[in-house]
């Protein structure tokens, strides 16, 4: 069963860089999409990103939302059975815990998803 670590996250003056990563052990990490989330304290939970797998036809397409399209950047690295979100130009209303996600084998990055880890505080402040 997949268990996805998240880390890299941390506190960081507006403007400023992170990258967070997402790992797994499992042998069909590399299969599945992966998907991040963010949620901050009141609001409700937002997708942030999402990575296809590096195989065809879906080719590591990429996708992101609107609020961080630009600024934020999702790769993965098979070898490391390892995903990546740098997330550049940070500000306060990028504050939240990330977490990391998959999807359904061979759906992409369509919901549902699932085997969340356990998530990383990202604070952006001055």
């Known amino acids: 069963q997949l268990k996805l670590v998240e880390s890299g996250g941390g506190l960081v003056q507006p403007g400023g860089s992170l990258r967070l990563s997402c790992v797994d052990a499992?042998?069909?990490?590399?299969?599945?999409?992966i998907v991040w989330f963010r949620q901050a304290p009141g609001k409700e939970r937002e997708r942030v990103s999402c990575?296809?797998?590096?195989?065809?036809?879906?080719?590591?397409?990429?996708s992101y939302a609107a609020s961080v399209k630009g600024r934020f950047s999702i790769s993965r690295d098979n070898a490391k059975n390892s995903v990546y979100l740098q997330m550049n130009s940070l500000k306060p209303e990028d504050t939240g815990v990330y977490y990391c996600?998959?999807?359904?084998?061979?759906?992409?990055?369509?919901?549902?998803?699932?085997?969340w880890g356990q998530g990383t505080q990202v604070t952006v402040s001055s």
């Open positions: 996600g998959t999807a359904v084998l061979g759906a992409g990055c369509r919901p549902p998803f699932g085997s």
């Open positions: 499992g042998s069909t990490f590399n299969y599945l999409a």
């Open positions: 990575i296809e797998p590096n195989i065809s036809p879906r080719n590591g397409t990429t």
